[in-house]
């Protein structure tokens, strides 16, 4: 089965610095690939989604950006972090054999933006 | 696009109740919808799903209903438990979609002893 590995945990950034959030996914290959923002005490919003090594889509117009430059890798970054980038980033993933439709999220990435 | 909209966002339930919460989708396309829990400061983790082609799936003291006509669905937990307190998602699946999930807004569950 899969894991997915989220880091850092936490992380506190002041405003107009750089970010750079990391997911690496175990146990499957070639998986659709996703990237959620979860404001406090809200729901879940779909940031960016792969399908391959490079393919990117993105559904909302904002301060991010995602790359996915090896299979089982992918992540989300900004050059300048803005007050409103705070939020809990969930990493998921879709695996490629499985044969329903489940994904699978991470532990999650707590970011601060001060 | 899909829109998913969920009720109650907040459920308090004594232990040994039964708790319900109720989905409602937009896109008659939809095929396949998941529930998730998530506890504080985790991610959300699948506990039951079910497909367009079904009308319930029970995995013991879970149930998910489904209503295609009135594109509506629903989770039953029976025998509630304090540790079945979490924050519970619905989502929905538009076929062909790269698998994307349109999730509702939460409902926080809250078991009391």
């Known amino acids: 089965s899969q894991t997915i590995h989220q880091w850092p945990a936490t992380l506190v950034q002041p405003v107009g610095s750089p970010l750079s959030l990391e997911c690496t996914v175990e146990?499957?290959?070639?998986?659709?690939l996703y990237w959620y923002r979860q404001a406090a005490g809200r729901g879940l919003q779909l940031l960016f989604y792969s399908v391959g090594i490079g393919q990117i889509s993105s559904e909302v117009p904002q301060n991010l950006s995602a790359s996915r430059p090896q299979d089982r890798q992918f992540i989300l970054s900004s050059k300048k972090l803005l007050l409103s980038d705070s939020g809990f980033y969930l990493c998921a993933c879709k695996p490629l054999t499985s044969t329903g439709e489940t994904q699978y999220f991470g532990p999650g990435t707590r970011l601060l933006v001060l | 696009g899909e829109n998913v909209e969920q009720h109650p966002s907040t459920l308090s339930v004594q232990e040994g109740d039964s708790a319900v919460i109720k989905c409602t989708y937009s896109d008659s396309a939809s095929n396949y919808f998941p529930w998730y829990k998530q506890e504080l400061g985790k991610g959300p983790q699948l506990i039951i799903d079910?497909?367009?082609?079904?009308g319930e799936k029970k995995d013991q003291r879970i149930a998910v209903t489904l209503n295609k006509t009135a594109k509506h669905f629903s989770l039953h937990i029976t025998e509630t438990q304090p540790e079945d307190s979490a924050v519970y998602f619905c989502a929905a699946r538009k076929g062909n979609t790269a698998s994307k999930l349109t999730f509702g807004t939460g409902t926080r569950l809250q078991v009391t002893l």
């Open positions: 079910i497909r367009s082609n079904v």
């Open positions: 146990g499957t290959s070639n998986p659709n």
